[in-house]
């Protein structure tokens, strides 16, 4: 598989960023879902370039730790794609120091007890992996603090890098 071609319309984009900077992100990274088929796999990993992982990567990341922190990113299948990229160095390249400071941390955690965070679990184990993995909190309650702010980075920097993110035709 190759990279496919992300063309965005500059009407999309007008009215995404009208809504907001998230609403504007959600027109590229609704694309690159739509371009991998919503699978994000070794067979369509060439699909997307750099950058556009890494803004699929803020998405995915934000979706799941906002709905239920760290424990549900992994379990949910999504931290290989986050920790085991340079998801973290290109977000400090975007910007975005505070969150990549953040995703290093939780990454160490990730590191030391990867094994055990990805195993299958049945439900009752999955809720007790929040008491198990409390390291995760702080980083978790640092994230919403910063959030919107990273939002916002991570939004002008794509704003600023379009070409790296998508074409746009009229």
Sequence with gaps: MEESKITLTDAA?????EKGMDAFLQVFTDE????TGGDISAETMPLLNGWQHTLLGYHIFRREVLDGGFVQLIQNGYGPYI???PFAKAMRMAGARKFANLVFEARNIYKKNQEDLERDRTDEEFMAMYEQYEAF???EEQFME???????????YVNEHIADFAEIRE
């Design 137 to 139: 909190d702080e980083i």
């Design 32 to 35: 690159y879902l739509k371009a």
């Design 83 to 85: 920790f085991d990229n």
């Design 13 to 17: 984009l007008r009215e995404g960023a």
């Design 146 to 156: 910063i959030e919107e702010e990273t939002t916002e980075t991570i939004a002008s």
